[in-house]
């Protein structure tokens, strides 16, 4: 660590703050030298005309010479004053500009992936409408899902979820392939975390209900049965470059209307930008 430190303050006083300074310093005494040259050869020929008396040369010399000398001395001092703050600021212009190069990257690299999510395979979960809870027939298909990308997508596994309550998931069951614009039917089965032994029975809408209605209180507030539950469905595929990717959509269920449908997770929309935190 000492070491190090000490490499870094090598670094600094050898290749920025001496550079830094002798430069400053060499631009500021060469205009006092030029000055005190002048008023040297001055001197030299006010001594040559006799103006100037060979007694009074030296008293003549250090009149000219000393204010030429505190003033070298003087611009010596502020430069090496002054040399750190303007590494200083060097430095911190190199950062901003770093840092503005840096989100034009970033800027680029949006565009590149919002492009490159044009092409590829956009899966949805939809339903085939709610079904009727009153009729004691089961085995109709409840969901299916749509493939609105330009690619196909292999392998598709919905991922399950779990009820409100905690006693109860939704299976899904997965396709080996969706091409584009297709919109195949998928199985579901309900399990029962209390009794994990029982055999689940596929497209037993019986069992979907017990799943929606798990933690739902019909003696609740009134503005709690109005409420809908929403559940967040995460739709894993490959693409065709063999590459993992998902999709989520919402399962809806409205409990006035007893209705089930999906929508759209706000985050998956293109554009879509995070509230700020206050």
Known sequence: ??????????????????????????????????GATLALLILIAQIQLGIVSKDAIRVNLLAIMWPYVALIG????YHLVRAPWLVSNAHLEKYVDLAARAEETQKELEDAQSRIYDGRPLLV???????????????????????????????????????????????????????????????HWVEDIRAPELIATTLDKHML?????????????????????R??????????????????????????????????????ERGFKPPSKP
């Open 74 to 77: 003087i611009f010596i001092l």
């Open 125 to 187: 979960l939809d339903t085939l409408g709610t079904p009727r809870w009153d009729d004691e027939a089961s085995g109709e298909y409840t969901f299916c899902i749509s493939n609105k990308g330009r690619r196909s997508a292999r392998w598709v596994q919905p991922e399950s979820i779990t009820s409100k309550g905690g006693r109860y998931r939704l299976h899904f069951e997965s396709t080996a392939g969706i091409g584009q614009n297709e919109r195949p039917c998928i199985g």
């Open 209 to 229: 209900r017990e799943f929606i209605y798990d933690g739902y209180d019909p003696n609740a507030d009134i503005f709690e049965k109005l409420a809908l539950v």
């Open 1 to 34: 660590m000492e070491k190090h430190r000490a490499e870094r303050w090598r670094d600094f006083f050898f290749h920025r703050f001496l550079p830094q300074c002798w430069g400053d310093i060499k631009a500021s005494v060469a205009e006092q030298v030029v």
């Open 231 to 268: 559940w967040e469905v995460v739709i894993k595929f490959r693409d065709t470059d063999e590459s993992v990717k998902s999709d989520i959509t919402h399962l809806c269920y409205d409990y006035q209307s007893a209705c089930l449908y999906t929508t759209d997770a706000p985050y998956t």
